[in-house]
Nanobody
Framework: QVQLVESGGGLVQAGGSLRLSCAASGMTFSIRPFGWYRQAPGKQRELVARISSTGSTNYASSVKGRFTISKDNAKNTVYLQMNSLRPEDTAVYYC????????WGQGTQVTVSS
């Protein structure tokens, strides 16, 4: 059974940093692409960053240069390092595994105060 468990969210001041983690189980982790998405109140869920099975990455233009996605195959964990956070980064952040129809974690709240 595929499971994704996010952690690391919280409240931070503008300009601060957070690191989100997504622990995956029930899959062959190393061959799967993963993505971090976010959804702010009243807005659609959007892709923030994606990492391929080979480690290639791509980012939304709004976070490029500030966020970094990475993964540790030994720990079956995907990370999202978020620096220079802005109030507009406030959202629930979700991890997605590109397995079959796709699997989602439960989400972790990130709140950036001005």
């Amino acid at each position: 059974q595929v499971q994704l468990v996010e952690s690391g969210g919280g409240l931070v001041q503008a300009g601060g940093s957070l690191r989100l983690s997504c622990a995956a189980s029930g899959m062959t982790f190393s061959i799967r692409p993963f993505g971090w998405y976010r959804q702010a109140p009243g807005k659609q869920r959007e892709l923030v960053a994606r990492i391929s099975s080979t480690g290639s990455t791509n980012y939304a233009s709004s976070v490029k240069g500030r966020f970094t996605i990475s993964k540790d195959n030994a720990k079956n964990t995907v990370y999202l390092q978020m620096n220079s956070l802005r109030p507009e980064d406030t959202a629930v952040y979700y991890c997605n595994a590109e397995v079959g129809a796709g699997y989602w974690g439960q989400g972790t709240q990130v709140t950036v105060s001005s």
